[in-house]
């Protein structure tokens, strides 16, 4: 199986690689890779995958029967390529930088309100939280998200490692998502924001809670009894 250099390394931009396999000319598996593949509410990357003067765009990243599959735009790669990979780095670091801030969020959320997230999605744009709570109104989510900006102010580190899975369950709230199993594996990788929140995770973060900058509340929306969906985004121009 492919290694997937962006566990261990977020901050990675570019990698050598080689082609493992080629399936309908265009969903290439190489031996290692930094381009993350969709899943866990996170999207997948984008990116150039370059053999040569030849440059392969990366256009959608899946994990199929548990190997991480890169569709390029075009023919040509072929099993034994040596390629250079590189990432589209804008787009990742705002998903990093979303991913940590809806650590921050559910877990003051969570905390405060004892609601059960039932869904999560990550974009470039904007980030959508689903969760159980019979009647909220704005101000209290507000009351989050200031509560979230002030701890983004903060020089708060995010850790990465892995616990053996025993241990690991013994977090309190180690699993965010309602209904969600841990992977049957001998170890689970926690993503730690020091003091703020541990969870069971495999997507990509920053290292400090200062990295973030200031999120926004978009909208808040009622999605059925008991389904309350909020979206909020980084607020750059802050
Ligand atoms: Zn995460």
Redesign the pocket.
């Known amino acids: 199986m492919a290694k997937a250099l962006y566990l261990g390394d977020s901050y990675l931009r570019e990698c050598d690689a080689t082609v493992v396999s080629v399936t309908d000319g265009k969903y290439v598996v190489l031996d290692q890779t930094l381009f993350y593949p969709k899943g866990g509410g996170q999207p997948w990357d984008t990116g150039k995958i370059i053999k040569g003067n030849d440059v392969y765009n990366v256009v959608y990243v899946g994990k199929f029967s548990g190997e991480i599959s890169h569709e390029v735009d075009r023919l040509g790669l072929n099993p034994r390529d040596k390629v250079h990979c590189v990432l589209d780095w804008e787009r990742r670091y705002k998903l990093m930088r979303s991913?940590t801030a809806a650590?921050v969020f559910a877990s003051l959320l969570c905390t405060g309100t004892g609601v059960l997230i039932t869904g999560n999605q990550l974009d470039v744009d904007e980030t959508r939280f689903d969760f159980s709570l019979e009647k909220f109104d704005r101000e209290v989510l507000e009351r989050y998200i200031d509560e979230a900006n002030k701890l983004f102010q903060k020089d708060i580190p995010v850790k990465w490692y892995e616990l053996p899975r025993e241990e690991a369950l013994k977090i309190p709230g180690v699993i965010k998502m309602a209904g969600a199993f841990p992977p049957d594996v001998d170890s689970l990788r926690i993503?730690e924001v020091v003091g703020v929140d541990r969870q069971a995770?495999g997507?990509t973060?920053v290292r400090n809670l200062r990295e973030v900058g200031q999120i926004k509340l978009l909208k808040a929306e009622n999605k059925g009894k008991n389904n309350r969906r909020v979206y909020f985004s980084l607020n750059d121009t802050f």
Do not use: E, I, K, L
């Open positions: 991913h650590h993503v995770d997507g973060h």
